[in-house]
């Protein structure tokens, strides 16, 4: 079986990597289940050894911050309630204004999305992605959560932005599924009816289109 790092399957990097697959996958099929120790643990454990491969294989060290604050932004969201949201959101926040940072100094500057009409047009595409988003949460949501949803919009716009700068297709994908992600998460939490029969699906694509967001990014970062 063909690895992404060298020394097979034994090799520090790959085990590493095994394990922040297996539990992505063990937390997706937790997901129906009620919040607890174990199934918190998985949800934070997949992206927290992400963390640790981009330090193991000397990562930019903006990296391994952005995925290790992602980490506690998912051990926060895995548990229920508005306390547990904000943390999570405030998490997030911080992590998406870490991989800002890190997406702008790697990248050639934005003054590539005006130079090369296919970005400018994906920028345009995530700004109007962002504004509907925003609106219709406006209405349905609580007025206490209104300026930090806001704030937090904004920061993962300007993060799809950065990421466009860059030459990865990896980052620029993972930043694009992060913002499908993150519009998902919230039509499902605010925008949907409690009882509809389709808030479990949606769960489960959050999921994956979250990991798979900060798996290509990490990839692009470390196989670029």
Do not use: C
Not at 92 to 118: C, D, K, N, Q, T
Not at 144 to 158: D, E, W
Request: aromatic residues 10%; glycine residues 12%; without cysteine.
């Amino acid at each position: 079986m063909t690895m992404p790092f060298a020394g097979g399957i034994d090799a520090n990097a790959n085990a590493t990597l095994s394990f922040s697959l297996v539990a992505a996958v063990i937390y997706a099929f937790t997901l129906g289940m009620s919040p607890g120790l174990a199934r918190s643990a998985a949800k934070t454990l997949a992206v927290a050894m992400l963390a640790v491969l981009s330090a193991l294989q000397g990562g930019p060290l903006l990296l391994v911050a952005a995925l290790a604050l992602s980490a506690v932004g998912d051990a926060f969201l895995s548990r229920d309630g508005e306390k547990a949201f904000l943390g999570g959101l405030a998490s997030f926040l911080v992590a998406h204004i870490v991989y800002i940072a890190l997406f702008l100094r790697s990248g050639g500057g934005l003054g590539l999305l005006g130079a090369e009409p296919w970005r400018g047009a994906v920028a345009l595409a995530l700004a109007v992605f962002v504004i509907v988003m925003l609106a219709a949460l406006w209405r349905r949501v609580g007025p206490g959560l209104r300026v930090p949803i806001a704030i937090y919009v904004v920061a993962i716009l300007a993060m799809g932005m950065a990421a466009l700068t860059t030459n990865s297709a990896w980052v620029i994908g993972g930043a694009v599924l992060f913002m499908a992600s993150d519009g998902l998460l919230a039509t499902e939490k605010f925008l949907v009816a409690a009882i509809s029969p389709h808030r479990a699906w949606m769960r489960l694509a959050v999921w994956v289109l979250y990991y798979a967001a900060q798996l290509g990014i990490t990839l692009g970062f470390l196989l670029g």
